[in-house]
């Protein structure tokens, strides 16, 4: 069983940033795939970016080149950095992972943190 806390959500208006992380209990940490998620009022959850096995980071068009991921295996940690923040970004971010290995969706998730993004 993983378990996955986010935080650094917030309110930050746009062209601002915020930093948002994930810690995960477990161990191997560094053999799992993790990705962020977002579901914005309305909306269906959608993809935002993931760190696989070394150099496999994939990031959706929408946030390409705005946010970055990165991940502290010492520390069982992912992270998303996120500028140019645009009003649209608001959504709640969940963090997901699974083992790297096992094909299918994500199987663990956090609660999400808030972010909203002002105009």
């Known amino acids: 069983q993983v378990q996955l806390v986010e935080s650094g959500g917030g309110l930050v208006q746009a062209g601002g940033s915020l930093r948002l992380s994930c810690a995960a209990s477990g161990r191997a940490f560094s053999t799992y795939a993790m990705g962020w998620f977002r579901q914005a009022p309305g909306k269906e959850r959608e993809f935002v970016a993931s760190i696989r096995g070394p150099g496999r980071i994939t990031y959706a068009d929408s946030v390409k080149g705005r946010f970055t991921i990165s991940r502290d295996n010492a520390k069982n940690t992912v992270a998303l950095q996120m500028d140019s923040l645009k009003p649209e970004d608001t959504a709640i971010y969940y963090c997901?992972?699974?083992?790297?290995?096992?094909?299918?969706?994500?199987?663990?998730w956090g609660q999400g943190t808030q972010v909203t993004v002002s105009s």
């Open positions: 997901a992972t699974k083992p790297d290995l096992q094909a299918g969706p994500y199987v663990y």
